[in-house]
């Protein structure tokens, strides 16, 4: 049997979706997602393998404007990985039309030399004559050949947008065993799912400024699993914020964070949560290193 592989970037602004589409396509949650912009700090390879063919969806930071160390290294990731793609998918927020943020990701896509398809995503939030002005900003965006109206939430749209980008990646043997759903290693899926509830809760800057850690993973038993992981914040205040009054906070993110943990592993979990200040930390070099942000 012929097999194809291949890799697909998703481009597009903070907070379009692009994360839940990857988590659609793939079959399972890879990435977390929150409604809060600059969810995704790493690129993550998201693995779909059906029958003889395997698509690699690579889940970027949303682009933007670099502030600090963090986003300047979110945004050269966002290059690097649109330049080794063997094709890239611009996701628009349909809700929102075409926007200058939109044009300017365009005009990247546009003097890169692979193929480019759009996802005019959110669809669910509209009536169909929006829907029908939403693909006409799309189209006027000038890149792309075709462009597909979806919602990542509902699933709507999706397989025809499946299918054409089956078309763009080359024949050749798969790139990830059949049995893979993603590349990030575990202390990375672990520490992300347990930011994932700490987004959920926090508003601001606050979100922006919070990075978990696994410190340490053990398996006393075979249905048990202990995890430990540091928060860390930029300010004593943030620090406050995360614990609550009377610990309630991080009691709520902490039980939250632990079914999402034994979903995933399949075990019952103990959660061993520690919140810290690491004044500055999204400049500090030698900690994004360590965190895997590069
Ligand atoms: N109604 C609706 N909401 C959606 C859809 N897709 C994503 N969302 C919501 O949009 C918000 C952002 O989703 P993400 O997948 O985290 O967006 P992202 O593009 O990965 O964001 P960054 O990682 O920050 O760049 C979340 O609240 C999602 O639940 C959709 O098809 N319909
Ligand atoms: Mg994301």
């Given at each position: 049997?012929?097999?194809?592989?291949?890799?697909?970037?998703?481009?597009?602004?903070?907070n379009?979706?692009?994360?839940?589409?990857?988590?659609?396509?793939v079959?399972?949650?890879?990435?977390?997602?929150?409604?809060?912009?600059?969810?995704?700090?790493?690129?993550?390879?998201?693995?779909?393998?059906?029958?003889?063919?395997?698509l690699v969806?690579?889940?970027?930071?949303?682009?933007?404007?670099?502030?600090?160390?963090?986003?300047?290294r979110?945004?050269?990731?966002?290059?690097?990985?649109?330049?080794?793609?063997?094709?890239?998918?611009?996701?628009?927020?349909?809700?929102?039309?075409?926007?200058?943020?939109?044009?300017?990701?365009?005009?990247?896509?546009s003097?890169?030399?692979?193929?480019?398809?759009?996802?005019?995503?959110?669809?669910?939030?509209?009536?169909?004559?929006?829907?029908?002005?939403?693909?006409?900003?799309?189209?006027?965006l000038?890149?792309?050949?075709?462009?597909?109206?979806?919602?990542?939430?509902?699933?709507?749209?999706?397989?025809?947008?499946?299918?054409?980008?089956?078309?763009?990646?080359?024949?050749g043997?798969f790139?990830?065993?059949?049995?893979?759903?993603?590349?990030?290693?575990?202390?990375?899926?672990?520490?992300?799912?347990?930011?994932?509830q700490?987004?959920?809760?926090?508003?601001?800057?606050?979100p922006?400024?919070?990075?978990?850690?696994v410190?340490?993973?053990?398996?006393?038993?075979?249905?048990?699993?202990?995890?430990?992981?540091?928060?860390?914040?930029e300010?004593?205040?943030?620090?406050?914020?995360?614990?609550?009054?009377?610990?309630?906070?991080?009691?709520a993110?902490?039980?939250?964070?632990?079914?999402?943990?034994?979903?995933?592993?399949?075990?019952?979990?103990?959660?061993?949560?520690?919140?810290?200040?690491?004044?500055?930390?999204?400049?500090?070099?030698?900690?994004?290193?360590?965190?895997?942000i590069?």
């Open positions: 049997m012929s097999t194809r592989s291949g890799f697909i970037a998703l481009a597009g602004r903070p379009v979706g692009k994360s839940t589409l990857v988590n659609a396509i079959g399972r949650k890879v990435a977390i997602v929150s409604d809060k912009p600059q969810t995704t700090r790493r690129a993550i390879r998201g693995v779909s393998t059906v029958d003889d063919m395997q969806l690579v889940d970027l930071p949303g682009v933007q404007r670099p502030r600090d160390e963090l986003t300047r979110m945004q050269s990731r966002v290059e690097a990985e649109l330049a080794q793609s063997d094709a890239a998918l611009l996701v628009l927020n349909a809700e929102q039309g075409a926007g200058a943020g939109d044009r300017f990701i365009a005009g990247l896509l003097r890169s030399p692979v193929p480019v398809v759009i996802a005019v995503n959110k669809v669910d939030r509209l009536r169909r004559p929006a829907v029908v002005q939403a693909l006409l900003e799309a189209e006027s000038g890149v792309g050949d075709h462009i597909f109206p979806i919602s990542a939430r509902t699933g709507e749209g999706v397989a025809p947008l499946i299918e054409h980008l089956g078309t763009l990646v080359p024949e043997p790139l990830f065993p059949v049995e893979d759903s993603s590349d990030q290693p575990q202390w990375v899926i672990l520490a992300e799912l347990v930011r994932e700490v987004l959920r809760r926090t508003f601001q800057e606050v922006h400024s919070v990075e978990v850690q410190e340490d993973v053990e398996t006393p038993r075979d249905d048990l699993t202990l995890v430990k992981a540091r928060v860390w914040v300010t004593e205040s943030q620090k406050g914020i995360l614990i609550g009054s009377g610990g309630s906070m991080i009691r993110i902490g039980t939250a964070a632990r079914k999402e943990l034994q979903r995933e592993l399949g075990t019952q979990v103990h959660l061993d949560l520690s919140v810290r200040v690491r004044r500055g930390w999204r400049g500090d070099e030698r900690l994004l290193d360590r965190l895997g590069d």
